[in-house]
């Protein structure tokens, strides 16, 4: 069971495989890039434990010599310390620029590493393994590489486009129902901001995506990747376009923020929380009947997933300290806000004309 998805940049393009026992072909799928035959992994430790044997007894019967760097798990590993570290070990490796890295990971490990190669010798080759729900339809396809800052999230970073995705399906096995959950959340927002018919399939297959199907999985994946390749080769750098593929996260970033980058919100939980937030503020706007929010949160809420402020554990700041703190995204433009709203499910734009004091009033409903 595969499927490709072709990202057609200019001088840039590579192919998104998509589909199961990908991983143990990965010899014959990398070999086609390699100069000489020899890669560099880097992954954490959670992934490293469940998926890294795979990968090396395959690049071992292909003959591709290989060495690893296991990083500690967890979205504080985008961080300047350890990109530091995994710059000074790749270059201990003595990789060259037609050298290729491997990340081998979620998205913190694909930003990281993309990061680390983007700036390395002023740019080497990479490839993307993403080994979960979240990083197979988003963070590893695109190009955004990235560390976060104290300031908040993925505000240093470089576009740096991979060679080649090998989305392995059968990575996704060893997910636990809370990250399948967080993936999910990205998943549900290329129905919402480009794709209706996408989002009602999803009404109807979301518990088998969630529940690992393999069928429904390779509908859900593929097409999201579709969808994010076709706004990639349309805006690259997040000049226009791109930013719809920002729905929720808006919300989602100030959340993360306000919650410490911690385990009391994975990013997905915050991107399908920022997507009912984003349907509720267009609806107070008067852009979407109030029957679009409750459809999503009605969603949300059938699968048993966080739907609302309410799901979150803990104290969160007040309204106006949340809005705040979206202050600091990087998709702020000249000091404005820029929120992703919708017309309609699938029928997303960007606006910066939204008075802050409409947010607030959005986050208020739900604390």
Not at 37 to 65: E, K, M
Not at 80 to 96: C, I, K, P, R
Not at 222 to 231: D, G, L, N, P, W
Not at 237 to 261: I, K, P
């Amino acid at each position: 069971m595969q499927d490709k998805v072709h990202v057609n940049l200019p001088g840039r393009a590579y192919d998104v495989h998509i589909g199961t026992g990908l991983m143990d072909r990965a010899a014959e799928l990398l070999e086609p890039f390699l100069h000489r035959p020899r890669v560099a992994i880097v992954s954490d430790t959670h992934v490293a434990a469940h998926q890294l044997p795979r990968l090396v007894a395959a690049l071992d019967h292909g003959g591709i010599d290989h060495m690893h760097l296991v990083l500690p798990a967890g979205e504080s590993t985008k961080s300047w310390s350890h990109l530091g570290d995994t710059v000074e070990w790749l270059l201990a490796q003595n990789l060259e620029r037609r050298d290729i890295v491997v990340a081998l990971g979620g998205g913190v490990i694909g930003d990281l590493v993309g990061f680390a190669a983007a700036i390395l010798r002023r740019g080497i080759r990479f490839v993307q393994i993403p080994t979960s729900l979240l990083a197979q339809v988003d963070s590893s396809v695109g190009g955004k590489t990235g560390i976060n800052s104290p300031l908040g999230k993925n505000l240093i970073g470089a576009f740096h486009q991979p060679i080649t995705v090998l989305a392995d399906l059968d990575a996704l096995d060893t997910l636990d129902a809370r990250q399948m959950a967080s993936g999910y959340g990205e998943v549900m927002k290329y129905g919402l901001l480009g794709d209706a018919a996408f989002f009602e399939w999803l009404e109807k297959n979301g518990r088998a995506v969630l529940d690992g199907d393999r069928q429904a999985l390779m509908y859900a994946v593929t097409r999201s990747v579709q969808m994010k390749a076709e706004i990639v080769i349309e805006d690259e750098t997040e000049q226009g376009r791109r930013a719809l593929l920002n729905l929720g996260h808006t919300f989602c970033h100030a959340l993360e923020a306000a919650t410490g980058y911690s385990d009391r919100l994975l990013h997905g939980e915050g991107v399908a929380i920022g997507c009912g937030l984003a349907f509720g503020l267009s609806a107070r706007l008067g852009l979407v009947s109030q029957e679009d929010p409750a459809r999503v949160y009605a969603h949300l809420q059938d699968l048993g997933l966080k739907a609302q402020l309410s799901d979150i554990e803990g104290t969160l700041p007040d309204a106006g300290e949340l809005v705040r703190l979206m202050g600091q995204d990087k998709k702020v433009l000249d000091g404005t806000i820029r929120f992703i709203l919708a017309r309609g499910i699938g029928d997303a734009f960007v606006s910066s004309d939204v008075d802050p004091v409409q947010a607030q009033a959005v986050l208020r409903d739900q604390m």
